[in-house]
């Protein structure tokens, strides 16, 4: 294996054994933790970023901020389907298998994977939807992408993927995440903002107390006299005994 990694012939193989090789050297706790992570736990984790995004924009942010950034949080999972479904032919016609197909030495730690390995679902997924976030909010974005990052490194170690397919996941996801976002945005900022402006869920894009702190509530002023100087009062008698 050490031979396969410095050989430089390959290097996408030699850093597919040098990553995948660290679980040689691991308890079997941490092998099932990165399997549970590379599977199902980052995009869990990145559904929850999304929905901490929603709500902390919602609550914080003026009216047409949340419009904006609610729309961009609703383009990120759209975008990770579109992404998704564009993958399909793209595997199709590069029918590239499975590293443990090809190559001995190579320790699979997700069982039943046969189909093809380029590009990758997961990390597809995790770069859109990550994109989709960093659109709609850059400190929640940053997050995301980290954690986009770790999922693609969570499928090399777990031996069912190459890291030139873990890096065409996030190529594909970024591109079509953010070619995608001028007219996806222009569909779904006046949606939002439709919402927005509804009584019964007007909530899901700006919440009633974000609103009365921004000053979208402005309350009804009172109409007053003014206090009558006494010369005022004089003329008014004056023109009061003329009559």
């Known amino acids: 294996m050490a031979g396969l990694a410095s050989n430089g012939s390959n290097p996408d193989l030699g850093l597919l054994h040098d990553i995948n090789g660290l679980a040689e050297d691991t308890p079997r706790w941490f092998d099932r933790t990165m399997e549970f ?5 980052i995009l869990l984790a990145l559904v929850l970023v999304l929905v901490w995004c929603w709500w902390s924009v919602r609550r914080r942010g003026s009216a047409e901020d949340s419009v904006s950034a609610v729309a961009g949080l609703i383009w990120a999972p759209l975008a990770a389907g579109i992404a998704v479904l564009i993958n399909i032919p793209i595997r199709g016609f590069v029918e590239r298998p499975r590293p443990s197909l090809d190559h001995r030495g190579i320790d699979v730690l997700v069982a039943g ?15 859109a939807i990550a994109a989709g976030i960093f659109v709609a909010h850059r400190k929640f974005g940053f997050a995301a992408i980290g954690l986009a990052l770790v999922e693609g490194f969570c499928r090399v170690y777990l031996g069912v993927h190459y890291p030139t397919d873990v890096v065409g996941g996030f190529a594909l996801g970024t591109a079509v995440t953010l070619l995608l976002a001028p007219l996806a945005l222009a569909l779904l900022t006046p949606f939002a903002s439709a919402v927005a402006g509804s009584g019964r869920v007007g909530w899901l894009v700006r919440s009633k107390a974000a609103g009365s702190a921004g000053g979208a ?7 007053i006299p003014e206090p009558q100087t006494e010369e005022a009062g004089t003329a008014s008698g004056e023109n009061d005994l003329a009559a």
């Open 113 to 127: 994977k046969t189909d093809y390995s380029f590009v990758s679902d997961h990390a597809t997924m995790a770069m």
């Open 37 to 41: 992570a590379g599977e199902y736990g």
């Open 217 to 223: 509530m402005v309350p009804e002023t009172l109409d």
